[in-house]
């Protein structure tokens, strides 16, 4: 499997959701890897929303300046 490479702004969040899923790699399936992967998917789902905000962020700045 190819790895991706992690750019210098990648975000926090996607850094914690990757551990979270490499833990959950090493488990056998069941409840406690269900979780982290909720987790991860949960992360993600923050990164996104941070990732908007950031450039609506940005946006907004450019308008008043």
Request: charged content about 35%; glycine content about 8%.
């Amino acid at each position: 499997m190819a790895r991706k490479e992690i750019s210098i702004g990648t975000s926090a969040w996607l850094l914690q959701a990757k551990d979270f899923l490499e833990e959950a790699r090493r488990l056998k399936p069941g409840p406690e890897r269900n979780e982290l992967r909720q987790t991860a998917k949960v992360l993600r789902e923050i990164a996104k929303l941070e990732a908007g905000s950031g450039s609506a962020l940005d946006r907004g700045w450019r308008q008043r300046t």
